[in-house]
């Protein structure tokens, strides 16, 4: 007969051969090293503005405002260029920007003014003169309030559309698909913000008459 002793030892000399066995049988265990882990996540350049107007509590219209600019000009994806964007966005509305450095707030300006000379850009696409550029820029400080909302490259084909109906009045102004298709617009998208702006059509002719007179005094 076999004590209880030598069979619980038989026992466990046994679980521990399985044991050996069934461990020669696993696949080993990968090393990693530092260079071969997992990246770490890269946040896109609009996460980085989501987060910023979540961060100040901004509102949804200056994510639009730089969404609108994002789409005319491509800046690197850091987290410094996305608060300059920001700040854009803030200058073009006319809102304080005390939470950005002196440093994006000129950044901004910079960028802006970039954005601004492309009225100037599309003039001479148009093939206008010194004069008729002249007024397209005054035309567009002369609607801003009304379009300040949309997209430059619209603001911009608005403000020479209002200018061509004065200077081509007698032609008929400027062709619209022409227009459309040299500020690189939808022309469905630009002839309705034509239609949004036409109850202030009295206001901005007006407008446009008493700056020539007040020119005209001054000399």
Do not use: W
Not at 191 to 199: D, G, T, V
């Amino acid at each position: 007969m076999f004590s209880p002793y030598l069979l619980n030892k038989e026992q466990q000399m046994f679980d521990v051969q399985q044991q050996k066995q069934l461990m020669s049988k696993r696949p080993p265990v990968p090393k990693f090293e530092e260079r071969s882990q997992t990246p770490p996540k890269h946040h896109s350049i609009f996460d980085q503005i989501t987060h910023l107007i979540v961060k100040y509590n901004l509102n949804a219209q200056i994510e639009k405002q730089c969404v609108a600019i994002m789409r005319i000009i491509q800046l690197p994806n850091t987290n410094f260029h996305a608060q300059v964007i920001v700040c854009c966005a803030m200058q073009q509305l006319n809102l304080e920007q005390q939470m950005f450095s002196q440093k994006i707030q000129q950044f901004a300006q910079h960028i802006n003014y970039r954005l601004n000379n492309m009225l100037t850009q599309l003039c001479e696409k148009l093939h206008m003169d010194k004069k008729q550029k002249m007024l397209c820029q005054l035309m567009h400080k002369i609607i801003y309030k009304y379009v300040n909302k949309l997209s430059k490259p619209l603001q911009h084909a608005l403000a020479i559309k209002i200018a061509c109906d004065i200077i081509y009045y007698h032609q008929g102004g400027i062709n619209l698909n022409q227009l459309a298709q040299t500020s690189q617009v939808k022309i469905d998208q630009l002839q309705s913000c034509l239609n949004r702006i036409k109850p202030f059509a009295h206001t901005i002719i007006q407008n446009y008459i008493n700056y020539c007179k007040q020119q005209k005094e001054s000399q």
